[in-house]
């Protein structure tokens, strides 16, 4: 039998941000053993072969980030790293709303992954933030964040 989609009434992109980054600041608080000294080494994801994937909540908050230093596009980059990693400074250009993967993820210099159970119901809560924008689940960063601009563009 075919599970019935859920029906949501209308979600805000507005209201998507504050609750994505909620979950950020959720996370924050965790007392879970991390702490990231900006290496970047995550960043490089041809050198780590992972690459971060975002819900719709999250690249919409990435774009946003992005918008506010000034950059209607992806900046171009050839070697394979993160296009929000500044190209001169080697910085993230949207640190404060980095995505989810990218706080948690397989940063050995931070403390390695985080375990599944230790934020699986914040997964879940951006899960169903992404249902409620109709997104498509999570998809590779780039073209998170891409499908997220194009959209603005036009
Ligand atoms: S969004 Fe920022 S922290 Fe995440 S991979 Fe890209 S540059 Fe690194």
């Given at each position: 039998m075919r599970r019935a989609k859920k029906s949501y009434s209308y979600y805000s992109p507005a209201s998507a941000l504050a609750d994505v980054k909620a979950i950020y600041e959720e996370l924050s608080q965790r007392p879970i053993e991390r702490h990231c000294?900006?290496?970047?080494?995550?960043?490089?994801f041809l050198q780590t072969g992972k690459t971060p994937f975002l819900t719709r909540g999250e690249a919409l908050l990435a774009a946003q980030a992005l918008g506010n230093t000034g950059r209607k596009e992806l900046p171009k980059r050839i070697?394979?790293?993160?296009?929000?990693?500044?190209?001169?400074?080697?910085?993230?250009?949207?640190y404060q709303d980095r995505p989810f993967g990218c706080r948690t993820h397989f940063c050995q210099a931070a403390g390695g992954p985080y375990a599944r159970k230790e934020v699986v119901d914040l997964i879940h809560r951006l899960e169903e933030i992404d249902r409620k924008l109709e997104g498509q689940g999570s998809q590779e960063l780039h073209t998170a964040i891409e499908e997220v601009l194009k959209e603005q563009r036009h």
């Open positions: 000294t900006l290496k970047t080494e995550c960043c490089h070697d394979g790293a993160c296009k929000l990693l500044h190209p001169r400074t080697n910085r993230c250009m949207i």
